[in-house]
């Protein structure tokens, strides 16, 4: 495939290579302007040409980053949840969209994009102020994503995306509260509210994520086994409370303790006699926790969240968040020697793995366990003397 140069200046040259015809039928062409000598120019037409060759470039009409971005939200709609279609929503037309949404999807190089991940990370928060490398990593992920498809579209015929460099994600260790402050949360819970205390205390006993356990209903508790079905979650859409599938979309069972179920019957109860005085009864439909006097509606996660709030000022534990009361769970079940597979199965994760990447810093005491085994193991061993007998 042969190309075409036009000289436009002294120095100026405008490249021209036939790509070939669109879905419509359209002849489409590479084109470039490059600046240099004509031997330079030469060089440049000859590497687009290998480049059309190699299938680099495709024969489609140009779109915009902005129609791109729009469509690919339509078409994530379908994929994932409506909270994390939402998420997405908010980093394009926070970050996304005001840097490339007027560019043509086919002009985004892999050097304009780590150029821009690193203002982000400078100053592309608020105030100017930098802007955390996780945040920076999501913006990645919805670039990477959306050009992907632009890929699969037959827009483009590479992600430049793939190749940038976004910032590494500090983790930071997680410092759940010691059990005892857990204790004084849950005694302080109980005084405020006691439907909130039994609230935490399944949070803290079963480890579920606080949609999970607001969107627990009656049928959900297996008394006779003493299990907990944990098959949904509540999250807010647009202000708009919706049930939906778990994180991972998968149900589990856990398993409760005595006193877990004890609390649940005699809360089982209270909210019994509260339907009856509304002239309601108590189906196996009701939430667990509920807003309404027919417990046909379940609380909301960021009231929980907020209720939690004003629970630990009044405590001074203003650095414990509600999310924590699940890293207290995984982590005194680590440091107990729980197997691992035991505790990611409790937290609804997909696999061993992500359970080990969170909560590695719960292991050292599993591993000093190992440690004195191996040893008295070989205890016994007379080593002193068999290296005496060697020398």
């Known amino acids: 495939m042969r190309g075409h140069m036009q000289q436009r200046s002294h120095d100026a040259w405008r490249l021209k290579v036939f790509l070939g015809r669109d879905a419509a039928g359209k002849r489409r062409y590479l084109e470039r302007t490059v600046h240099g000598s004509r031997r330079e120019a030469e060089r440049e037409l000859a590497r687009l040409v290998v480049e059309v060759d190699d299938g680099r470039h495709v024969a489609s009409g140009p779109m915009a980053v902005g129609e791109l971005l729009d469509r690919w939200l339509t078409l994530k709609t379908t994929t994932v949840q409506a909270s994390t279609v939402e998420g997405y929503r908010w980093v394009v037309e926070r970050y996304v969209r005001p840097a490339f949404g007027h560019r043509k999807v086919a002009s985004i190089r892999t050097v304009e994009l780590d150029a821009w991940y690193a203002s982000l990370r400078s100053s592309g928060g608020r105030d100017g102020r930098p802007l955390s490398g996780r945040t920076v990593r999501i913006c990645h992920t ?10 699969k579209w037959g827009l483009v015929a590479r992600n430049p995306a793939l190749e940038a460099t976004p910032p590494v994600a500090a983790r930071k260790e997680i410092s759940p509260p010691s059990p005892a402050r857990v204790r004084e949360l849950l005694a302080a819970a109980f005084d405020f509210d006691a439907d909130f205390g039994v609230y935490l205390w399944v949070l803290a006993t079963t480890g579920c994520r606080r949609g999970e356990g607001c969107a627990l209903r009656w049928r959900d508790v297996d008394w006779e086994h003493r299990e907990l079905l944990i098959r949904r979650s509540i999250a807010i859409v647009k202000g708009v409370v919706v049930e939906k599938d778990t994180k991972t979309h998968q149900a589990r069972r856990v398993s ?10 005699e809360h089982h109860l209270r909210s019994r006699e509260l339907a009856l005085t509304l002239g309601v009864g108590l189906t196996d439909e009701a939430f667990v926790f509920s807003e309404a006097g027919d417990f046909s509606r379940p609380w909301r996660p960021d009231v929980c969240t907020n209720r939690f709030g004003r629970l630990r000022a009044q405590l001074d534990l203003r650095h414990v968040r509600l999310h924590d009361i699940r890293h207290f769970m995984a982590t005194a079940l680590g440091q107990s020697g729980t197997p691992v597979a035991t505790i990611s199965a409790r937290l609804g994760h997909r696999d061993k793995a992500t359970t080990l990447n969170i909560y590695s810093h719960a292991l050292p005491a599993a591993d000093a366990a190992a440690a004195d085994y191996m040893g008295s193991l070989l205890s016994g061993a007379d080593v002193g003397r068999s290296r005496a007998g060697r020398g």
């Open 256 to 265: 409760i303790d005595e006193a877990t179920q004890n609390l649940l019957r």
């Open 142 to 151: 919805v670039v990477r994503q959306s050009l992907d498809q632009a890929r």
